[in-house]
Every structure is written in structure tokens, then in C-alpha cells.
């Protein structure tokens, strides 16, 4: 049996992604701060396949150490980690000069460095076993940065890139990487708008494209799918 892990993974994209590969019959590591939200989700997962393991472990992903930690322990407990979700983000909307002075430091702790560090700790192992896939959500604003989020759309661009260079380092190696990049989807970060579902990306349309490329032969590699609304960006 195959393992995933998934950070950011008891709310939006995070969320739908986990209960897909429980779905799959996959096993399933995943993280929060917070510890019932986590607790009663891996119920849920244990409730929609009783056949798979479901690794949960609280810890904040935006913290190197506590990041690492549930790595490790994810490993440990479930075996070989196939699959990498980078799902973890925040959304500080705001243009750079009305930056807080902690807004960028938390926007790279946590759109950036969690995808980072567990590619340098999942990468090696993958690279050995010459199996894996990495996806790391990204956003449209790493390809046309929103001027109303400036160190929002600069993480972005960061993550974009940094997927660009695992997969180079990957793709001799037989392992996959692939950007996922969003447009605007449903998530948390839109609960105080007053928006029309039907005009936006569902987390669960980001899952459903994320488990046809996991599906495709060993030979083939998505680099970068983007998935938009269809009445266009709110």
C-alpha cells in the first residue's frame, strides 16, 4: 500500500486532496495546529476507508522543526512516502508597502520554506528508490503577481520556481514534480466574501486533477497544470 502525505491538509485543497487518495486506498499522513479539527478528520478519513492507515500528527508547518518532525514520524510510522502534497499557504492580502512588518517572514515560512525542507528531506530517499511525486500547489499569481497581495504573488513566484528546479534535479531520477496552479478556489481565505461557488474553482476539482496525474504511466510527467474558473478570475 502507497503513502501520501498532505500539509495544510484539514481545510480547502488540503482537505478534499486527502480524502481523495483515502478514496484511492491510499494511506494518508496529515498535520494541523490544531489537534480536534485534526483528531475528527482522521476519523473521517478511517470512516470513508476503514482498509488504510491515517498518520495525524498536530504540528504547526510553518515551524522547521515541528515541520520535520512530522515528517519523520510520517515515515516511520507508515513506511516509503510516495507522494508529497505541498498544499500549506497563506494569503495576507495587501501590497508590499502596507506590509505588517512580520507579513513577509510568515508568507515565505509558509508559502515557501515548508515545500523546501520537505524536499530536502523526502528527496534523497525518492531519488534512491527512483519512485515519487512531489505536487506543490501554487497559485496564478506566480504567473501574473495580484498587486493587491505583492509579497503574497513574490512567495508565489518563489514556490513556482523552486518546483521548476526539483523537478530538473528530479526528472533523471524517475521522480515526478508537478505545479498545481490555482486560480481562484474556494477556500478559507475567501470566507468573508460574498461569492457564487458555481463562478470559482472547488477544492475538490484541484483534488480531481491532482489523482488523474498521480493515475498516469511511469513515463509521463505533468509539469505544470493551471485550472481557472471558467467565467474567469474573480
Same mark, same amino acid.
Given at each position: 500500500?502507497? &503513502?501520501?502525505?498532505?500539509?495544510?491538509?484539514?481545510?480547502?485543497?488540503?482537505?478534499?486532496? %486527502?480524502?481523495?487518495?483515502?478514496?484511492?486506498?491510499?494511506?494518508?499522513?496529515?498535520?494541523?495546529?490544531? !489537534?480536534?479539527? /485534526? /483528531?475528527?478528520?482522521?476519523? !473521517? #478519513? /478511517?470512516?470513508?476507508? %476503514?482498509? =488504510?492507515? *491515517?498518520?495525524?500528527?498536530?504540528?504547526?508547518?510553518?515551524?522547521?522543526?515541528?515541520?520535520?518532525? @512530522?515528517?519523520?514520524?510520517?515515515?516511520?510510522? #507508515?513506511?516509503?512516502?510516495?507522494? *508529497?502534497?505541498?498544499?500549506?499557504?497563506?494569503?495576507? $492580502?495587501?501590497?508590499? #508597502?502596507?506590509?505588517?512588518?512580520?507579513?513577509?517572514?510568515?508568507?515565505? &515560512?509558509?508559502?515557501?520554506?515548508?515545500?523546501?525542507?520537505?524536499?530536502?528531506? @523526502?528527496?534523497?530517499?525518492?531519488?534512491?528508490?527512483?519512485?515519487?511525486?512531489? @505536487? &506543490?500547489?501554487?497559485?496564478?499569481?506566480?504567473?501574473?503577481?495580484?498587486?493587491?497581495?505583492?509579497?503574497?504573488?513574490?512567495?508565489?513566484?518563489? #514556490?513556482?520556481?523552486?518546483?521548476?528546479?526539483?523537478?530538473?534535479?528530479?526528472?533523471?531520477?524517475?521522480?515526478?514534480?508537478?505545479? *498545481? =496552479?490555482?486560480?481562484?478556489?474556494?477556500? +478559507?481565505?475567501?470566507?468573508?466574501?460574498?461569492? +457564487?461557488?458555481?463562478?470559482?474553482?472547488?477544492?475538490?476539482? =484541484?483534488?480531481?486533477?491532482?489523482?488523474?496525474?498521480?493515475?498516469?504511466? %511511469?513515463? %509521463?510527467? *505533468?509539469?505544470?497544470? =493551471?485550472?481557472?474558473?471558467? $467565467?474567469?478570475?474573480?
Amino acid at each position: 500500500m502507497k &503513502n501520501a502525505l498532505i500539509t495544510g491538509s484539514t481545510k480547502g485543497m488540503g482537505r478534499a486532496i %486527502a480524502i481523495a487518495f483515502a478514496n484511492e486506498g491510499l494511506n494518508v499522513a496529515i498535520c494541523s495546529r490544531n !489537534e480536534k479539527e /485534526l /483528531l475528527d478528520f482522521k476519523n !473521517e #478519513l /478511517l470512516g470513508i476507508n %476503514a482498509g =488504510i492507515k *491515517v498518520f495525524a500528527q498536530v504540528a504547526d508547518g510553518s515551524n522547521k522543526v515541528q515541520l520535520i518532525d @512530522f515528517a519523520a514520524a510520517a515515515q516511520q510510522q #507508515l513506511g516509503f512516502i510516495d507522494v *508529497v502534497v505541498n498544499n500549506l499557504g497563506t494569503f495576507i $492580502p495587501t501590497s508590499i #508597502l502596507d506590509d505588517a512588518d512580520d507579513t513577509f517572514t510568515r508568507q515565505l &515560512n509558509t508559502n515557501l520554506m515548508p515545500t523546501y525542507e520537505l524536499y530536502r528531506f @523526502f528527496g534523497k530517499t525518492m531519488m534512491g528508490a527512483r519512485t515519487g511525486h512531489f @505536487f &506543490n500547489i501554487c497559485s496564478v499569481a506566480a504567473l501574473n503577481p495580484v498587486v493587491q497581495a505583492g509579497s503574497y504573488s513574490v512567495t508565489k513566484y518563489a #514556490l513556482l520556481g523552486l518546483t521548476k528546479v526539483m523537478r530538473l534535479e528530479m526528472q533523471e531520477h524517475g521522480v515526478k514534480v508537478t505545479a *498545481v =496552479i490555482p486560480g481562484s478556489t474556494l477556500t +478559507d481565505s475567501w470566507k468573508d466574501a460574498v461569492v +457564487d461557488k458555481n463562478t470559482m474553482v472547488l477544492p475538490e476539482d =484541484i483534488a480531481s486533477a491532482i489523482i488523474n496525474i498521480y493515475h498516469m504511466s %511511469a513515463g %509521463a510527467n *505533468v509539469d505544470e497544470i =493551471i485550472i481557472k474558473p471558467a $467565467p474567469g478570475q474573480l
